[in-house]
């Protein structure tokens, strides 16, 4: 079936009557026939329609359905057509005045396909440009129910799920392992209509009232003269804000601590920053505030290991997510509530609840878990679902509502202004992925990209054509009725309640709370990030912000600049550490750790079993070869090479061998003292290995693979470990990761 032919003949007829015509052939054109690129010449299966793609629900007042048929498919005729239907036999040549001549206006399938091509892109969204989305189903377990009515926590109802992460400043291009605060927003299809929880992993804002949110972003966007840098906070203007903003300080305590630099999303938590307030079925409220807590624990990269992942693999977290729920190791993550009296002043052991700046620590409130996300199914198109999905805080359910924090009242507006540019028009709530679960009965209508086909004539009430439909319903039948919380009685002011004028007690407890290496790390970011500000006032002004935070911060900081230690200007409060705020000290399930496991194919014993434990424990083995193709020549197959490979895509590293240098690899010296020579073992995987001992990773090796530790001169150091079998080492690895990192490596000066 060569749907080419006849036409190929009718052409070649026309060409001959035309023949005087036409352009004489150029000498020396290669008149040979192309190669056979063995390309496809039948169409292939029709894909099957996407079931969450049907067409809206929209149902006129007589009960008729008048949602389309689906009609969002791709590539599934028989034939190549134009987007009006009709056939094509070229689409690789645009029509021209003779074989050299000029191209033609008439040509509209050139047009038509170029001009849909210039509007592909569409505006990236103005913050969390950079996400990387996820399907999967949330199941509820009843345990809300004292304190909120909403139908999809109930227990065991399952509600299916979108979940957008991202991250803040870059744009839609930028690298995954910025320093930055990350988007964890999640869209729950419940039978009530949509509910979203457009949350961070960092349970605080830099502003105190969304009338701020531009300001604090042009300062951490890139600079308007260069636009540099991207996606990254390093710089002067985002300093010169958060200096002279000191409402900013809790956020940026976090933001230069590991949080910033999640090792995957998979273990990350996430927060809906602000306090809601719930109603439960009697119509009695309660304040609560949303936790996602991650069943992989809390785990970051470190700082160095972030900065290479950006060039070695800028898609590092998009890939992550993604290879796991391809092989099955579904993320998942615990919903929790912690629950406040809903009282007058809106307060909680003094803690101003509606101020966006402050946590109310887990050990004064614990966190009660209502549910389970688990993450099971990847996009089908990266722009359809994941660029057009969009969130709105102001997508509620009955049962949860709003409360007055300032923050939260701007987004209230935001989202749905800014969808309406980005998404071209008021109708982007018929995208597939926005469409709801629960049936849409509006009377909104027309606008650009109108897809429904509204029957009936009355979009109006009161109506009597339409039978007066549809109807308002009550609480009883599932109404959204907003709590009647009293207004205060008072005058228009621009002013906040001095209950948030305290800036620096919460910083001081989140850095009271951190471990040693923690703080470490902190300390070393703030170095960094002000290290990078060419104005020597915004290093000493951020460094008077910090005095009032921690004196031991500042100084260690202010060394590290070379600066003097100013003396606080406010008298630091005593605050009670939150254990909870520490990803250090916990033991965590391996599953889903990549293991790179050196390999040579002149030693290969053991490998065989202990990639099959790494796969019997939930864990990712990565066989790293001196090539590619299998390493036992049958069909223990190589993932990557000495050349692909690089130490940061790996939780932990076994030595099954110890390669000597290929052709290929720059020469290098050992780091065993005395060895002038070039080094014995391949010096990539030695950088493999002294980067892994560097980033505090466990390392095991048997057999040849144990020369190498010495040569990279880590042998019997804290979390580098030895056995005679390979399953022996590998069970020490997985007891070490456990922990995440051999925390124990790490040289700390702080106290
Ligand atoms: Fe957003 N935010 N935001 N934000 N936000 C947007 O909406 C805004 C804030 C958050 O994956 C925008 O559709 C204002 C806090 C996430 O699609 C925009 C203020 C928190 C996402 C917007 C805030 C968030 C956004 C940009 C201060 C954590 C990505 C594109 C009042 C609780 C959602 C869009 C996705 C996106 C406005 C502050 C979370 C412009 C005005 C606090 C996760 O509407």
Redesign the pocket.
């Known amino acids: 079936k060569k749907p080419g032919k006849l036409v190929k003949a009718a052409l070649e007829k026309a060409v001959e009557k035309v023949s005087g015509l036409t352009d004489p052939p150029v000498p020396g054109a290669p008149g040979s026939e192309p190669p056979d690129l063995e390309l496809p010449v039948l169409p292939r299966e029709p894909l099957p329609p996407k079931a969450d793609q049907a067409a809206p629900r929209t149902v006129t007042p007589t009960g008729v359905d008048t949602g389309l048929p689906a009609t969002s498919k791709s590539q599934q005729g028989e034939y190549l057509t134009t987007a009006q239907g009709l056939r094509l036999y070229d689409t690789d040549h645009s029509l021209k005045a003779g074989e050299r001549g000029p191209t033609l206006l008439q040509d509209h399938h050139l047009r038509e396909k170029i001009m849909h091509f210039d509007h592909e892109r569409i505006p990236e969204?103005?913050?969390?440009a950079r996400?990387f989305g996820a399907h999967g189903v949330f199941v509820g377990y009843g345990t809300a129910a004292k304190v909120c009515r909403a139908d999809f926590l109930g227990r065991g109802t399952e509600t299916p799920v979108f979940v957008?992460f991202?991250t803040v400043v870059g744009s839609r291009g930028s690298a995954d392992t910025v320093r930055d605060t990350r988007?964890?927003?999640t869209k729950f299809y419940t039978r009530e209509g949509t509910f979203d929880l457009?949350?961070?992993n960092i349970p605080v804002?830099f502003?105190q009232d969304?009338i701020k949110?531009p300001d604090i972003i042009h300062a951490a966007k890139p600079h308007p003269d260069r636009e540099i840098p991207q996606a990254q906070s390093a710089h002067d203007t985002f300093w010169d804000f958060v200096s002279t903003h000191t409402e900013a300080t809790h956020h940026v305590m976090w933001q230069m601590s590991d949080r910033a630099v999640p090792r995957s999303y998979r273990t990350m938590e996430g927060f809906?920053?602000?306090t809601f307030r719930l109603v439960n079925a009697d119509g009695g409220t309660s304040l609560a505030k949303f936790h996602w807590k991650p069943k992989a624990g809390v785990h970051s990269l470190l700082w160095e290991e972030a900065q290479l992942i950006n060039g070695v693999d800028p898609d590092f977290h998009r890939r992550d997510l993604a290879d796991a729920i391809e092989a099955g190791a579904y993320p998942q993550y615990e919903l929790g509530i912690q629950v406040f009296p809903d009282t007058q002043r809106q307060t909680f052991e003094g803690i101003d609840l509606l101020d966006?700046t402050k946590i109310v620590p887990e050990e004064l409130a614990p966190v009660q878990p209502i549910g389970m996300l688990t993450l099971n199914r990847n996009t089908t198109n990266f722009f359809a679902e994941t660029e057009q999905?969009?969130?709105h805080v102001g997508h509620l359910v009955p049962g949860i509502d709003v409360t007055d924090d300032p923050?939260l009242h701007?987004?209230l507006f935001?989202?749905l202004d800014?969808?309406l540019t980005?998404l071209g028009g008021p109708n982007f709530h018929q995208i597939p992925i926005n469409r709801p679960h629960a049936p849409v009965n509006d009377m909104l209508r027309d606008g650009f990209h109108q897809h429904a086909v509204h029957g009936g004539v009355a979009p109006y009430k009161p109506n009597t054509l339409d039978g007066g439909n549809p109807f308002t319903a009550d609480l009883e039948h599932g109404a959204f009725v907003e709590v009647a919380q009293p207004v205060a009685k008072a005058a228009k002011v621009r002013r906040s309640p001095a209950s948030f004028d305290d800036h620096f007690s919460q910083p001081r407890l989140f850095w009271k709370s951190l471990s040693p290496v923690e703080k470490e790390h902190t300390v070393r970011a703030f170095t960094f990030e002000l290290g990078k500000c060419y104005e020597q006032a915004i290093k000493e002004r951020q460094l008077r912000v910090l005095a009032n935070v921690d004196a031991e911060l500042c100084a260690q900081v202010a060394a590290g600049l070379g600066l003097p230690a100013p003396a606080p200007a406010v008298r630091p409060r005593k605050v009670q550490p939150s254990p909870a705020l520490s990803q250090v000290g916990g033991t965590w399930p391996p599953d889903g750790r990549m293991i790179g496991i050196v390999v040579d194919p002149s030693s290969l014993d053991g490998v065989r079993e202990v990639r099959e434990a790494v796969l019997s424990a939930g864990m990712v083995p990565l066989l790293v070869a001196p090539t590619g193709g299998p390493v036992d020549g049958a069909d223990l197959m190589a993932q990557r090479t000495f050349l692909t490979a690089r130490s940061v895509e790996f939780d932990a590293l076994l030595l099954a061998a110890s390669p000597p240098p290929a052709a290929d690899a720059i020469p290098s010296r050992d780091a065993k003292a005395g060895n002038p020579g070039p080094s014995a073992v391949d010096p990539r995987v030695l950088l493999m290995v002294q980067e892994c001992f560097r980033h505090s990773k466990a390392i095991g090796a048997w057999g040849p693979g144990t020369a190498v530790l010495e040569l990279a001169g880590c042998a019997g150091a804290p979390g580098v470990v030895t056995g005679r079998s390979g399953t022996g080492v590998l069970g020490k690895v997985v007891t070490l990761l456990g922990q995440h990192r051999v925390w124990d490596r790490f040289p700390t000066s702080v106290a």
């Open positions: 969204r103005v913050v969390h996400g957008r991202s988007g964890f927003a457009v949350g961070n804002f502003i969304g949110f809906g920053v602000h966006p999905v969009a969130f923050l701007a987004r935001s989202y800014t969808q980005r």
